[in-house]
Every structure is written in C-alpha cells, then in structure tokens.
C-alpha cells in the first residue's frame, strides 16, 4: 500500500489478487465507485475503475492492463451484486453504458451522487435543477471544497490538453492522485450528507426512479426518449407559468433573476418558442445572441484550451436557420470559428498514433464535413490528415 493524502490506495492487476479484494468487499454494506477512461461511455473505453471503502481505502482496478479482472477477478459479480451499495461518483450514466456495452455489467444498487442532488433540489421548489461538477457538489455538501479544489482544476486542465491521459501506462503520480480524490472527495461526506436529506424527507422511492433511468439512459432507448420528452414537458411548463405573470411591460432578459426560467430559455427549442408567444420568442433571441457572445467571447480567451460543450454545433446548425438575419450572421461567424478552434486543438492536442476514440462529438463532426478551403489549409497537417482518412475509411 501507498499513502497520498493519508490516503491508502492500491492498483490492481493480477486477477488472484483481484478475487481477494472482492471477497472482502463483498461484506462491505456501501462503497464508492467511478470510472476513468477516454471519453467513458459506450465507445469510450473504460481504463481504470476506482471503488473506495468507508474506511478510507481506494482500490484502481487498472482495467488497460488486464480486462480480465471484470471476469475472472470478480468485478462483474460484485458490481451486480444487489447487497453493497455503489456510490457512483458524479453521474453514473456513462460509467453504467461503459460497463454494459464493453463489459456486459449491469451494476445494481446505486446511489448517484448527481441525481440525488437534482431530487433534492426539486424537493427544495427548483424545477430545472442544473448539473454539477464534482467540485460544485463538494462545495454544496460536504467541506472538502478546499482540499480537492486545486486538484480538480488540474485535473480538467490534463483532461483537455490530452484526451487519451487515461491510456497512459503506468499510472503517474498524478494520474493516482486524480483518481484517488474522485473518491474521496465525495465519500463518505457527500453521500452522508445526501442520504440524509432523502430519508428525512422520504424521497427514496422518488430517488430510486431517477437513479434507474440516469443508469439505463444511454443503454434503453425508450427509457432516454420518454425522459427527454419529460424534461422538454417541464421545460416548457415552467416558460409557460412564467409567461402567465401579469406585467405593465415587456421584460427582458437581463431582468429575469429566475434560474429555472434562464435555464427552461436556454434549453427550449427555437420552434417551441416562437409557437409559445411573442414574448417568449423574444426572451429566447436575446437568450441566443448572449450565447453567441459567450461562445466568441470563450473561443478568444481560451484558444489553447477551447473544449466547446457537446451540443454546440447542434445548436449553432439550428441558430443559422433562424428568421432573425442578425441571429444567422452571428451564428454563421461562430460556426466558423467553432470550427477553426476545434481543427486548431486537434492538431496541437492528438498525434498521428491517436485512436479515433480520443474525438469528441464535435471533433468528429468538424472532420467528415470539412470543407475544400479547410481541407487545403490543413493539408499538409499530419495529425489532421490522420484523422480524416481514418474518418473517411468508416
């Protein structure tokens, strides 16, 4: 065993030593669990698997190394087994389709850390409670903020600069100290602290139906699109309300201090606005052009590390055909710079051995439509290249 941050953990390999670890999790009533990997989810490889015991253990079970510690080291019995609790750190969807589709694992009785956040808050009167990022939900239930804070942001700064962090071998200091503090961080404080508001407020049987849908929503399709029909239903309900308020004039949207109604205008489609009324079509205008603002405004400020959000070409596609031309015009520049950022990043960030895995959504996009003009400028780009005939291969 090694110690960082009085902290004892260990990286696992051997499947005889796995089995031993397993055996003695098995009498654990509640751990903690998370996933490291290349875009987790279910293409993105799952590398490492993090599971911490109350005690203050971590166990890196190093899944590059030897997959077979899912099978013949027991991960995939215990991780199904229905008796320990896994406290999944910060969002169990993609960990729980990586696990599926790559290992076939269903893991059962979970408790999602970011779920039961968005059950509280609904609870507490929010109807569009917004995600957080692990840092975030330390700060808001546990006192661990300041000793991971420094961390985290480490963390992502690795993370944007080298995607495929995850798959290299070994694991260096850093890589160990990221993994250990996605547990600790979060266990036992936060999940004590969770727990109890559900249970004081009897909301489990509440909390149990969201974590199952969180669990399967990349793996059900008809679970994720009844959910997503869900979510666009309150969306609109809660534009709806707000519309409903009687008013001697017409508000805008820096006058709106809401964050249920901000959030329902940011994420309501453009054509469900504008059927909704004048009014709301208008708050959603001024709600895209600060958007677009923001976007430029991200792009020149962080054009070494630009990492733009995964349905930003989505929304900036739909913006372009919007009836408002100066919506367009500024949606079209975007694009283009969205774009020169994206091809930019990859071609400082990847190397020519890079499996195609590494890309995101909007990487992938940006590649299979480039145009001649962007073609010829990154022609003699080897990183680009690769990626494009490897693209083009498929």
């Known amino acids: 065993m090694n110690d960082i941050s009085r902290t004892e953990y260990e990286i696992i390999t051997d499947c005889s030593r796995c089995r031993q670890i397993m055996h003695r999790l098995q009498y654990q009533p509640i751990v903690a669990l998370a996933g490291e990997g290349v875009r987790v989810g279910r293409e993105g490889p799952l590398l490492l698997l993090q599971?911490?015991?109350?005690?203050?253990?971590?166990?890196?079970?190093?899944?590059?190394?030897?997959?077979?510690?899912?099978?013949?080291?027991?991960?995939?019995?215990?991780?199904?087994?229905?008796?320990?609790?896994?406290?999944?750190?910060?969002?169990c969807s993609a960990l729980s389709a990586a696990l599926y589709f790559q290992f076939a694992i269903t893991v059962n009785n979970v408790f999602d850390t970011q779920v039961a956040h968005s059950v509280i808050e609904r609870h507490k009167g929010r109807q569009l409670p917004v995600t957080l990022s692990l840092f975030e939900l330390c700060h808001v239930y546990s006192n661990n903020t300041n000793k991971y804070d420094r961390e985290f942001d480490v963390k992502l700064t690795w993370e944007m600069i080298m995607p495929d962090l995850w798959s290299q071998r070994p694991l260096n200091s850093n890589m160990i100290n990221f993994a250990v503090n996605d547990i600790i961080a979060i266990f036992p404080e936060v999940y004590n602290s969770q727990r109890e508001y559900i249970h004081h407020h009897d909301l489990d049987l509440e909390f149990e139906r969201a974590v199952t849908t969180e669990s399967l929503f990349y793996i059900d399709v008809v679970l994720a699109e009844l959910k997503n029909e869900a979510d666009h239903i309150r969306v609109c309900n809660v534009l709806r309300d707000f519309d409903e308020i009687p008013r001697s004039h017409d508000i805008k949207l820096d006058e709106i201090s809401d964050e249920d109604v901000i959030n329902a205008l940011l994420l309501v489609p453009v054509q469900t606005a504008e059927?909704?009324?004048?009014?709301?079509?208008?708050?959603?205008?001024?709600?895209?052009?600060?958007?677009?603002?923001?976007?430029?405004?991200?792009?020149?400020?962080?054009?070494?590390?630009?990492?733009?959000?995964?349905?930003?070409?989505?929304?900036?596609?739909?913006?372009?055909?919007?009836?408002?031309?100066?919506?367009?015009?500024?949606a079209c520049t975007a694009y283009s710079h969205v774009r020169r950022a994206v091809l930019a990043s990859m071609s400082r960030?990847?190397?020519?051995?890079?499996?195609?895995?590494?890309?995101?959504?909007i990487e992938s996009h940006t590649l299979s439509t480039l145009t001649p003009d962007e073609y010829s400028v990154y022609s003699g780009d080897p990183v680009i290249q690769h990626f494009y005939k490897t693209l083009k291969m498929t």
């Open 275 to 330: 059927q909704m009324s004048e009014n709301i079509s208008k708050l959603k205008e001024e709600c895209i052009l600060r958007e677009l603002v923001q976007v430029e405004c991200s792009i020149c400020s962080s054009r070494e590390t630009f990492e733009p959000e995964s349905l930003l070409v989505t929304k900036l596609l739909d913006y372009m055909k919007h009836t408002d031309q100066e919506i367009v015009g500024r």
């Open 51 to 91: 599971v911490g015991t109350a005690s203050g253990t971590v166990y890196l079970f190093d899944l590059l190394r030897n997959k077979d510690l899912v099978t013949k080291g027991g991960l995939a019995k215990f991780l199904g087994d229905e008796n320990t609790q896994k406290v999944v750190v910060n969002g």
């Open 349 to 361: 960030k990847y190397g020519e051995s890079t499996p195609r895995y590494c890309l995101s959504g």
